[in-house]
Structure formats: structure tokens, C-alpha cells
């Protein structure tokens, strides 16, 4: 039971490059979400999908862009990486937007 | 002023005692309480859900909701090492709002042999 599945697990880029973090859930849920998380912050919002077809901003969306593929994947882009993007990036999902979340075990990235 | 606030720790104790972990609040439309368990490099675990006041108990684990004063709390009986954890608590409104998780930033928990 894999549950919430998050690629690739740690990612060193360079400021300016690009890259996207993949999401895919196998809980057949309708909701799904990014966070990331840093030291005294805590987990933060940045986008999140309430069902397929449908995503809206969260807390911090700036400098991110998510794209809902299909009810089972949600993916999350840095078009240009920045070192305060520098971050473990959790993925959740629920059964709707009202529901439990599950997390998967994250990605670290590093933006040097 | 964050919506959520919760003592970082970090908070040591000895194998066996009585863990009490807290957080306060001050958005009174949230009714759903979550306590989340995370272990070093790893994603939160849901450990307790309770809605409104009251009480939970799981095993040795405990979560309390006081509405009235704003504030839960998770208690944790006989600890033991393998609870050395950061724990999240993570509150939510209902309705068309209550989409988002809103987090505390986590007590660092360590038990001792």
C-alpha cells in the first residue's frame, strides 16, 4: 500500500533552473496539496487541487505552479528556482477537501 | 500572530513518563483537531483527529480539545523511545473554508532510556 508516492526523494539545482516535483496518490482521492516546510515555519500551504480539473492558490504560491494531470497525480513546477525555495516539499491528499490528509515522505531540494 | 501556536521544545524525558504536548489558537471557527507524528527526514503521520471539544484516547495516547479556552493538548502514557518524534498539531474550519490544514510549528519530543 504505497499510499502518497513523491519523485525524486532529494534534488541539488542551480538558481534559475527548473524542475518538477511529481505527486501520485493510489487512495483514489479527490483532494490533493502541496506544502513545504522549513525550520520555525512549519508546514505551509502553496497549492492545492479540491478535486480533478480544479487548483487554487494556498498560503505561499509565489514562484510555483501546479498542474492537476488526472485524479491520481498533481505536480508541482519551479520554473525558475530560487534560493529561498530551498525546502522539503510535502505532497498530501484527502478524500475530499474536507477529509484527513496523508502525506508522502517529501522531497528535499536545494537551490544553491 | 500565527492562527496556530505551538512550544517548539525540544522536550526530553525519561523512558516511561507522562508526555504532555500543547498547542493554543486563536481562529474560534476551526472544529477539526489533528495531531500529526513525524519522524526525522520522513512525511507527518496522523496520529489523532477529534472534532470539537472533548476527549480521544488511542493506546497510550490521549488528545483533549478545550474550545472554550482554545487550546488542545496530546498526552502520551508510559513513553518510550521510539515516540522521540517531532509532533504537529494541525487544526481545520469546516465548510467551504476547510480546505486547509493549518499547522503549529511542531514540539520536538525525545525519550531516554
Known amino acids: 500500500n504505497a499510499g502518497v508516492t513523491q519523485t525524486p526523494k532529494f534534488q541539488v539545482l542551480k538558481t534559475g533552473q527548473s524542475m518538477t516535483l511529481q505527486c501520485a496518490q493510489d487512495?483514489?482521492?479527490?483532494?490533493m496539496y502541496w506544502y513545504r516546510q522549513d525550520p520555525g515555519m512549519g508546514l505551509r500551504l502553496i497549492y492545492y487541487s479540491a478535486s480533478e480539473g480544479t487548483t487554487d492558490k494556498g498560503e505561499v504560491p509565489n514562484g510555483y505552479n501546479v498542474s492537476r494531470l488526472n485524479k491520481r497525480e498533481f505536480s508541482l513546477r519551479l520554473e525558475s528556482a530560487a534560493p529561498s525555495q530551498t525546502s522539503v516539499y510535502f505532497c498530501a491528499s484527502s478524500q475530499t477537501s474536507q477529509n484527513i490528509q496523508y502525506f508522502g515522505a517529501g522531497t528535499r531540494l536545494s537551490v544553491l | 500572530q500565527k492562527e496556530v501556536e505551538q512550544d517548539p521544545g525540544p522536550l526530553s524525558v525519561p523512558e516511561g513518563a507522562i508526555v504532555s504536548l500543547n498547542c493554543t489558537y486563536s481562529?474560534?471557527?476551526?472544529?477539526?483537531f489533528m495531531w500529526y507524528r513525524q519522524y526525522s527526514r520522513k512525511g507527518p503521520e496522523l496520529l489523532m483527529y477529534t472534532y470539537s471539544s472533548g476527549n480521544k484516547e488511542d493506546g497510550r495516547f490521549t488528545a483533549q480539545v478545550d474550545k472554550s479556552s482554545k487550546y488542545i493538548s496530546l498526552f502520551i502514557r508510559d513513553s518510550q523511545p521510539s515516540d522521540s518524534a517531532t509532533y504537529l498539531c494541525a487544526m481545520k474550519e469546516i465548510g467551504i473554508s476547510g480546505y486547509a490544514l493549518n499547522f503549529g510549528k511542531g514540539t520536538s519530543l525525545l525519550v531516554t532510556p
Open positions: 481562529n474560534s471557527a476551526f472544529q477539526y
Open positions: 487512495m483514489n482521492h479527490n483532494s
